[in-house]
Nanobody
Framework: QVQLVESGGGLVQAGGSLSLSCAASGNIFRINDMDWYRQAPGKQRELVATVSSFGRTNYADSVKGRFTISRDNAKNTVYLQMSSLKPEDTAVYYC????????????????WGQGTQVTVSS
């Protein structure tokens, strides 16, 4: 199976910066897109940023110019650098990876991390 472990959440003041990382492990054959999502209390989970296996990125309008997603394919790790943080960025942040495993190379499944809390105080 595949496991995703996130780290780097915490409490930060508005205007500050925070970095998240998410490492995938297990019987991985290939990782396609890697994403960061977030879910604030009482709201639906939303896509924050995506990075393809070739490094192509996309961002939600609400974070463009403030967040940067990147990945290290050798380490099966995706990062999210967040700056100019706002109170409305407060949420649990989840990583997701589209993975084909060594046992099912032609099937892509989505795997999720456990989530990490980011709290931005005003």
């Amino acid at each position: 199976q595949v496991q995703l472990v996130e780290s780097g959440g915490g409490l930060v003041q508005a205007g500050g910066s925070l970095s998240l990382s998410c490492a995938a492990s297990g019987n991985i054959f290939r990782i396609n897109d890697m994403d960061w999502y977030r879910q604030a209390p009482g709201k639906q989970r939303e896509l924050v940023a995506t990075v393809s296996s070739f490094g192509r990125t996309n961002y939600a309008d609400s974070v463009k110019g403030r967040f940067t997603i990147s990945r290290d394919n050798a380490k099966n790790t995706v990062y999210l650098q967040m700056s100019s943080l706002k109170p409305e960025d407060t949420a649990v942040y989840y990583c997701k990876a589209a993975v084909s495993t060594t046992t099912l190379r032609y099937r892509i499944n989505d795997y999720w991390g456990q989530g990490t809390q980011v709290t931005v105080s005003s």
